[in-house]
């Protein structure tokens, strides 16, 4: 056989293997996240939802972020982009965090949502839904303050901003 229909089809098993590959990862992104994480993962914007203060308050709907799922969010103010999530735990709690830690916020990798917890994108480590905004400092998502009113979250954007220096 010639060598050069060999390399052809060598490339083309490489390709069709990479593609399939990557076609995978996406499912796996889609089944465990979010639809925004596999648009992520492909290049197409990313898991925080920017939100911006009316009055100094970030407001988000209790409805948006009360399926147990964690969601992500962003604020953007004097040149930082400071990250959270939002998750309602299983005891029907709204908690709020940074995504980051004492620990391992030099990384900048966050935390992922896995069922009733949370799981550091750095070192591992697994935290309790239910004790996001009761436990602190180590690996623990660092506590941010939020009031729920009604069916509103409320997230001043000075408490937001006092997370900065994890970003």
Same mark, same amino acid.
């Given at each position: 056989?010639?060598?050069?229909? /060999?390399?052809?089809? #060598?490339?083309?098993?490489?390709?069709?293997?990479?593609?399939?590959? $990557?076609?995978?990862? %996406? $499912?796996?992104?889609?089944?465990?996240?979010?639809?925004? &994480?596999? $648009?992520?993962? +492909? %290049? +197409?914007?990313?898991?925080?939802?920017?939100?911006?203060?009316?009055?100094?308050?970030?407001?988000?709907?209790?409805?948006?972020?009360?399926?147990?799922?964690? =969601?992500?969010?962003?604020?953007?103010?004097?040149?930082?982009?400071?990250? #959270? #999530?939002?998750?309602?735990? =299983?005891?029907?709690? /709204?908690?709020?965090? *940074?995504?980051? @830690?004492?620990? @391992?916020?030099?990384?900048?990798?966050? !935390?992922?949502?896995?069922?009733? &917890?949370?799981? @550091?994108?750095?070192?591992?480590?697994? *935290?309790?839904?239910?004790?996001?905004?009761?436990?602190?400092?180590? @690996?623990?998502?660092?506590?941010?303050?939020?009031?729920?009113?009604?069916?509103?979250? $409320?997230?001043?954007?000075?408490?937001?901003?006092?997370?900065?220096? !994890? *970003?």
């Amino acid at each position: 056989m010639n060598k050069r229909i /060999i390399t052809v089809r #060598f490339a083309g098993v490489s390709l069709a293997a990479a593609l399939a590959v $990557l076609v995978g990862m %996406g $499912l796996a992104l889609v089944l465990v996240e979010p639809p925004h &994480a596999a $648009l992520a993962f +492909f %290049g +197409f914007g990313d898991k925080y939802e920017r939100v911006a203060p009316e009055n100094g308050v970030v407001r988000i709907d209790v409805s948006d972020v009360d399926d147990g799922r964690v =969601h992500y969010f962003s604020y953007a103010s004097q040149g930082k982009d400071v990250r #959270f #999530f939002v998750v309602r735990s =299983h005891d029907g709690v /709204i908690r709020a965090a *940074f995504d980051a @830690c004492d620990v @391992c916020w030099r990384e900048g990798k966050g !935390y992922a949502g896995d069922g009733e &917890a949370v799981v @550091c994108n750095n070192c591992g480590q697994r *935290f309790a839904a239910q004790k996001i905004n009761e436990v602190k400092g180590g @690996c623990n998502p660092a506590p941010l303050r939020r009031v729920v009113d009604g069916g509103t979250v $409320l997230i001043a954007a000075a408490d937001i901003m006092e997370g900065a220096r !994890y *970003f």
